[in-house]
């Protein structure tokens, strides 16, 4: 996707950074600053060493070389949480688990939904398409549109309920 020159915003800029990174070995600042271009985002040296660092972006040598290359460390939600983990998580804070079509509602503790949400994004449980946390509500969507009731006995399963 080119923007032709057009300003675009951190997020959006800082999102193509992340991108270059992994479609290329890019060994230099001005390397990034070329690649934006050709994707029509202007940027100079001083912002892509700005946006290198929000990113958490490292310079890594590559397997077999002594070349160096920037990558994006794993992020904390990209990072798979293992099964014990979840088990414990969900044994810990759900209370009740419902659904109804492809929507499965979880019960915590006050305050304590983000906990269970954040497990559940980072498990790779079969049939999640995301989650939203309010204080003490998950709700879980399917990727099935009938999918609530499996995934609401899964949920269920590993909460121990």
Do not use: C
Not at 14 to 34: C, D, K, M
Not at 87 to 100: C, H, K
Request: glycine share 10%.
């Amino acid at each position: 996707m080119s923007y032709s020159g057009a300003r675009v915003s951190k997020a959006r800029r800082q999102h193509l950074l992340g991108r270059v990174l992994a479609e290329h070995a890019v060994t230099s600042q001005e390397q990034i600053v070329e690649l934006l271009a050709t994707e029509g985002v202007t940027a100079t040296q001083a912002t892509v060493s700005r946006d290198l660092e929000e990113v958490g972006a490292v310079k890594v040598r590559v397997p077999g070389s002594d070349r160096l290359v920037y990558a994006i460390a794993e992020l904390p939600r990209d990072q798979l949480l293992p099964e014990d983990h979840l088990r414990r998580v969900l044994g810990e804070w759900v209370v009740d688990v419902a659904f109804s079509g492809n929507i499965v509602v979880v019960r915590t503790p006050p305050g304590s939904a983000h906990v269970v949400a954040s497990a559940l994004d980072r498990s790779a449980l079969e049939g999640v398409l995301g989650t939203v946390a309010g204080d003490d509500t998950v709700l879980i969507v399917s990727e099935e549109p009938r999918g609530g009731k499996a995934l609401a006995a899964r949920v269920g399963e590993i909460a121990g309920r």
